[in-house]
């Protein structure tokens, strides 16, 4: 019989938090300011600021509720100051540009891939979607070593051509892949109309022969900033191509190629379709 008693549990007060609130947001914001710090790292400052001893554990329990989670930083050069004017002025220009306008662009651009993998992986600590800021990029010299560069396209509609980079990357090779893959990338995605050419900037783009040829049969570009890679949705297939070469086992240049075109030939249009999507966010 309960006699109408109701019972109440006592309040636990339980171990106390090793931080406080102010300690743990000044643990956050170390991390907003240099992303490439680790767990161990922060311990030692924690330790040295609030003469505290944590665990990294604890550290990384903090982080996690903050919506922080370890990656490995992507290899990408960092903007330069007159590359990030360059893209403000492209972001003011675009910023209202509608679904359909993006799905006009036939997007371009280069890559290189490592037999091996990348070496010296760089890990960072970011949100989600946070991938490709500056300050999670981790810095490389351009198509530096060994490997495969590929040149590829691709639209709403789909995968356009990939083609394997031989020649040396100056103006005269990037010349030649454009005008051989263009023609038919676009007949293949069935966008021959009106559709827009999209690359960056860079000089090897811009050289005369290439400006030339363009002029005359692409009716309209779209330039991109340098060193803009999340203005490029084309980025997200080679970091794609890049988590699905790594479930095969590669010994060889030959056995990467044909690995990078099997998989690139597998991308899905309704894949490209949701990335040509996304532009109208970038």
């Not at 590929?150 to 040396?168: Q, Y």
């Given at each position: ?95 209202n ?84 893959n ?23 783009h811009t ?50 190629k044909s ?9 899905s ?7 040509v ?6």
């Amino acid at each position: 019989m309960s006699y109408g008693i109701q019972l109440v549990s006592k309040r636990r007060t339980g171990r106390p938090p090793k931080l406080s609130e102010r300690e743990k947001r000044a643990v956050v914001q170390s991390i907003k300011e240099n992303p490439r710090l680790t767990a161990s790292k922060i311990v030692e400052n924690v330790n040295i600021q609030f003469k505290k001893t944590v665990s990294r554990d604890t550290v990384r329990r903090i982080l996690r509720k903050a919506n922080y989670r370890s990656h490995v930083a992507r290899k990408k050069p960092l903007v330069s100051l007159i590359n990030r004017q360059k893209r403000i002025a492209f972001a003011e220009e675009h910023i209202n540009k509608p679904e359909d306008f993006w799905k006009k662009v036939l997007f371009s651009d280069e890559s290189k891939y490592c037999i091996f993998g990348i070496k010296g992986r760089q890990l960072v600590w970011r949100k989600p979607c946070t991938a490709l800021n500056p300050k999670n990029l981790k810095p490389t010299v351009k198509h530096g070593g060994g490997g495969v560069m590929v040149w590829g396209c691709m639209s709403s509609k789909g995968v356009g051509n990939l083609e394997f980079i031989e020649s040396t990357m100056d103006h005269m090779g990037l010349f030649g892949y454009s005008k051989r893959n263009l023609p038919e990338s676009v007949r293949k995605l069935g966008i021959q109309d009106d559709y827009i050419f999209q690359q960056d900037n860079d000089p090897k783009h811009t050289a005369y022969n290439t400006k030339l040829w363009l002029l005359y049969n692409v009716k309209k570009q779209l330039k991109t900033p340098p060193q803009s890679p999340d203005l490029n949705p084309i980025e997200h297939l080679w970091d794609l191509l890049e988590r699905r070469i790594r479930n095969h086992v590669i010994t060889s240049k030959e056995m990467l190629k044909s690995v990078l075109v099997e998989e690139w030939n597998n991308i899905s249009s309704e894949y490209t379709a949701k990335l040509v999507a996304s532009m109208q966010n970038a």
